[in-house]
């Protein structure tokens, strides 16, 4: 059973850094594409970023590009996103969740295919 558990959002200023964990339980993160959606209040949720398997391709929604960074620790088991220059609009829930197709490139354009979502972790970015 796919399950991932998110953490390390918090408030922080405009301008500010935080970085996100996804630590997977039952089965091995570098056999799957993992991505990592958001929802604002009263918006429907979005994509953010994915990572690959095979490649470790990666992929950013246009929004994020050049602020944030997906990356994989294999011996940690964990996905992480590292969010830069962090603007009010960030503000969310982040989720990650795990690519059930066995296909070699992520996308973040079709949530169904993903699975093992967890209870996702508040970002506020507000001075």
């Known amino acids: 059973q796919l399950q991932l558990v998110e953490s390390g959002g918090g408030l922080v200023q405009p301008g500010g850094s935080l970085r996100l964990s996804c630590a997977a339980s039952?089965?091995?993160?570098?056999?799957?594409?993992i991505g990592w959606f958001r929802q604002a209040p009263g918006k429907e949720r979005e994509g953010v970023s994915c990572?690959?398997?095979?490649?470790?391709?990666?992929l950013y929604a246009d929004s994020v590009k050049g602020r944030f960074t997906i990356s994989r620790d294999n011996g940690e088991n964990t996905v992480y996103l590292q969010m830069n220059s962090l603007l009010p609009e960030d503000t969310a829930v982040y989720y990650c969740?795990?690519?059930?197709?066995?296909?070699?490139?992520?996308?973040?354009?079709?949530?169904?295919?993903?699975?093992?979502w967890g209870q996702g972790t508040q970002v506020t970015v507000s001075s």
């Open positions: 969740a795990a690519d059930v197709l066995d296909v070699q490139t992520c996308t973040i354009e079709t949530m169904w295919r993903y699975r093992g």
């Open positions: 039952g089965f091995t993160v570098d056999y799957y594409n």
């Open positions: 990572i690959s398997k095979s490649d470790h391709t990666t």
